[in-house]
């Protein structure tokens, strides 16, 4: 970090500032100029540098203190060029454009076989289905619970394709894990410390979507979390955030792609259904994201969307699926990906 005096600090106020930067475990460098000293200071890889930061700002003799380092290390580029996360052998972070793809909520077992084996056959690679649903009312419907978990498991055992379901509890953490192969961790829980803690734990690999309300510093400051309670296997995932605009449930922000890239190994998927909240927006989303880049995507898909108990109005139906995969074929090819 570079510590900035105010211009005229005494002596002693520069011996201050020095010796509380030796005590955070830092090298120091000090330039003394006329007006005005200014301090690097180096290493203590493992300090908090907001806390620092603030201690010091908090004094009247700095003016201010800027960061250097990045507020995590091991989701950053530096630590790692690429992370490649393998579910069962399907590999996410290389050539495959993995589509994860299913309805919103499991419903009902029709609902549910009927859905997978329509994105199977289209060519999806990853089932979702959430089985405990967070919601922003209290009176919607939250989910089957550990039924939806049964038919989840009926589900991969009839296609043969890994299942992604949402955990929200560090109390379900257990149980979630028994019948998924990817944990997801919602948009209102990116903050949930104890939730990602308890993931980090995890044998399984977790899809960790962006907050609604998050900085890409925050969002990997959370996947740095999963990182050092063990967990090595994150995939991001942008699902949109809050913006002015409300013609669009969310703002797809797809500058998380490129920024992703440049800041940290992990592989990045994009959320094109909550990303819009609208089924029409999503096929030209989902080429936007493979066109950007983007690891893979995750859609919502429901056999009959006028009738779906969460998110119709952004699920594809069965149709509108199978269309989508056939014109990302030929872009996948130009973009020398497989699919
Ligand atoms: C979901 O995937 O159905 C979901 C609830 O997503 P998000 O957390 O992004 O709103
Ligand atoms: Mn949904």
């Known amino acids: 970090m570079i510590v900035v005096m105010q211009p005229g600090a005494s002596q002693e106020q520069v011996q201050d500032v020095e010796a509380r930067l030796r005590q955070f475990?830092?090298?120091i460098h000090p330039i003394y100029g006329v007006e005005r000293t200014?301090?690097?200071?180096?290493g203590a890889?493992?300090?908090d540098r907001n806390e620092a930061k603030e201690q010091l700002e908090s004094l009247p003799w700095v003016e201010q203190v800027t960061l250097v380092l990045k507020p995590y290390k091991f989701v950053s580029k530096k630590f790692r060029e690429r992370t490649m996360v393998a579910v069962n052998g399907l590999p996410i972070g290389g050539d495959l454009f993995v589509v994860m793809a299913g309805p919103c909520t499991v419903e009902s077992e029709e609902q549910l076989f009927k859905t997978a084996q329509a994105v199977h056959q289209a060519g999806a690679h990853i089932l979702r289905g959430g089985a405990f649903k967070p919601s922003t009312s209290p009176y919607?419907?939250?989910?089957?619970?550990?039924?939806?978990?049964?038919?989840?498991?009926?589900?991969?055992?009839?296609?043969?394709?890994?299942?992604i379901t949402e955990v929200?509890?560090?109390?379900?953490?257990?149980?979630?894990?028994?019948?998924?192969?990817?944990?997801q961790i919602g948009t209102r829980n990116m903050q949930n410390y104890d939730l990602l803690r308890e993931v980090g734990r995890a044998r399984k690999p977790v899809m960790l979507k962006r907050g609604m309300w998050a900085t890409y510093e925050e969002w990997l400051q959370a996947a740095e979390y999963i990182w050092l309670g063990g967990n090595e296997q994150i995939i991001l995932c942008e699902r949109g955030i809050r913006t002015y605009e409300t013609y669009t449930r969310n703002t797809?922000?797809?500058?998380?792609?490129?920024?992703?890239?440049?800041?940290?190994?992990?592989?990045?998927?994009?959320?094109?259904?909550?990303?819009?909240?609208?089924?029409s927006f999503?096929?030209?989303?989902?080429?936007?994201?493979?066109?950007a880049g983007a690891d893979g995507v995750m859609i919502e898909v429901h056999p009959n969307p006028a009738s779906a108990l969460k998110d119709g109005a952004q699920s594809l139906t069965l149709d509108a699926f199978r269309e989508l995969m056939r014109t990302l074929r030929p872009l996948a090819e130009v973009m020398g990906r497989r699919l």
Do not use: K, W
């Open 252 to 279: 797809l922000d797809l500058n998380a792609v490129p920024a992703i890239r440049e800041l940290s190994h992990l592989p990045i998927i994009v959320d094109p259904s909550h990303g819009t909240g609208r089924a």
């Open 282 to 291: 999503v096929p030209a989303m989902t080429r936007a994201a493979l066109a």
């Open 168 to 183: 929200m509890d560090p109390r379900q953490v257990e149980l979630v894990c028994e019948y998924a192969d990817i944990l």
């Open 45 to 47: 890889p493992e300090l």
């Open 25 to 27: 475990g830092f090298d």
């Open 38 to 42: 200014v301090i690097a200071a180096v």
């Open 140 to 163: 919607s419907f939250h989910g089957l619970g550990r039924t939806a978990l049964e038919l989840l498991q009926q589900a991969r055992a009839m296609t043969g394709m890994p299942v």
